[in-house]
């Protein structure tokens, strides 16, 4: 990354890193350390960052909804931050940072619009906030999570169960239930990339895209909901 794209993403997240290498690690994708930089910085990518991050989020989102949601039991807790925390919703807040500008892909994942994948994307968002907690410490990342993440949270929660929001909408207007079909899939094994259709009634209402079946499913059926709702 340039100094320009740092600051530029520095700006996005309210945030100036001290140092800088925790921010262009985290936006440093596996297939660029592995085809575009020398042997000894291969192993320099963001996998780890995300496995911190990973913990630092569910900690921040944890406590969040367990003193905001006083009376929900554990299970409604889980499902909630589940909701927020999933590869979806976060995907989500990784492009409403514009965070696919900024991450760094090698030749093949760039060609397959990598950047525009939902696995992806998730995953430099919670590399980004294991940089934050590194640079800045667990205030910090309270900081950028609640800002982030823990925001809009009955819009995200639709969209975590929009299949069967959508199934209730469908079924109560036309008396049938939406299908889903899936017509491309792309990607080694390990990291898939599936694009399902929705049809209501006959009638393809969109396309979904997402690291599983399921995951576009939901994508596809969130989109679905915001066209019916239009239609309304």
């Known amino acids: 990354m340039d100094n320009e794209q740092v600051m530029r993403l520095e700006k996005n997240i309210a945030y100036s890193f001290k140092n800088r290498l925790y921010l262009e690690t985290a936006m440093t994708h596996s297939s660029y350390s592995h085809e575009l930089m020398v042997v000894k910085d291969k192993k320099r990518n963001n996998e780890r960052l995300e496995f911190l991050g990973d913990a630092v989020l569910e900690l921040i989102s944890s406590e969040f909804l367990f003193k905001k949601y006083s009376d929900l039991p554990e299970g409604n807790l889980s499902k909630l931050r589940a909701s927020l ?95 889903y079909e899936v017509i491309e899939e792309h990607g080694p094994a390990h990291c898939k990339e599936y694009t399902v259709t929705c049809t209501v009634e006959g009638k393809t209402l969109c396309t979904g895209t997402g690291s599983s079946k399921k995951a576009a499913q939901q994508d596809a059926a969130a989109k679905a909901i915001e066209l019916l709702r239009v239609e309304e």
């Open 85 to 179: 925390v999933s590869e979806g919703p976060l995907a989500i807040c990784a492009r409403k940072i514009e965070l696919d500008r900024f991450i760094m892909l090698g030749r093949g994942e760039r060609q397959n619009h990598g950047n525009e994948r939902d696995s992806i994307l998730s995953d430099a968002f919670e590399a980004l906030i294991g940089a934050i907690y590194l640079d800045g410490g667990i205030e910090e990342a309270r900081r950028f999570v609640i800002e982030h993440v823990m925001t809009d949270i009955d819009e995200r929660k639709l969209f975590h169960d929009a299949k069967t929001e959508l199934q209730m909408i469908v079924q109560n207007k036309y008396q049938s239930v939406p299908v």
